[in-house]
C-alpha cells in the first residue's frame, strides 16, 4: 500500500519556499495550529479540512492519489489589506497545483483582527 500523503508537511513545505509569501509573512509566523497569540501579525494558519478517494482514484485495488481540501487563513491589523498577502499565498498555491474553491473577507468578532479565509483542493499522487 502507498504511504499517505502528509498533507500538512507538504503546504508548509510550500508556503515557507515562497519567496515572495515569506517575504510579507516571516516562516515563524506561517503556522499549521493555531496560534497561541495574535499579537504579532501578519499571520497565517492553515489545516487540512478533508482528504479523500474516489473510485477514480483506485488503481488494481490501492489508492493511487488523494484529493485534498485545506483552508488558510490570513490574519491581520483592521485597516490593513489582507489583498498583498493574499495575493502571493494564492500564486504560491496555484504554482503547487491547488484550486481556489472558496474565500471570503471577514472581521473576526473574538478577535477584533482582519481575517481572510481560502479553501483549495489538489490531487496529490502518491
Known amino acids: 500500500m ?7 508537511t507538504l503546504l508548509k513545505t510550500q508556503l515557507n519556499a515562497y519567496a515572495g509569501l515569506t517575504a510579507l509573512v516571516p516562516v515563524a509566523r506561517i503556522l499549521s495550529s493555531w496560534p497561541d497569540s495574535f499579537a504579532t501579525l501578519p499571520l497565517i494558519t492553515f489545516n487540512e ?3 479523500f478517494n474516489t473510485d477514480e482514484d483506485i488503481f488494481d485495488d490501492q489508492p493511487i492519489c488523494d484529493t485534498s481540501q485545506v483552508e488558510i487563513h490570513i490574519w491581520q491589523k483592521v485597516g490593513v489589506s489582507t489583498t498583498p498577502i493574499f495575493k502571493q499565498l494564492n ?3 496555484e504554482s503547487n497545483r491547488w484550486t481556489r474553491f472558496a474565500s471570503v473577507d471577514l472581521v473576526d468578532p ?14 496529490l499522487f502518491r
Open 2 to 8: 502507498s504511504d499517505i500523503i502528509e498533507v500538512k
Open 49 to 51: 479540512l478533508d482528504n
Open 91 to 93: 500564486a504560491c498555491m
Open 110 to 123: 473574538e478577535t477584533k483582527l482582519q481575517h481572510k479565509v481560502l479553501r483549495y483542493n489538489n490531487t
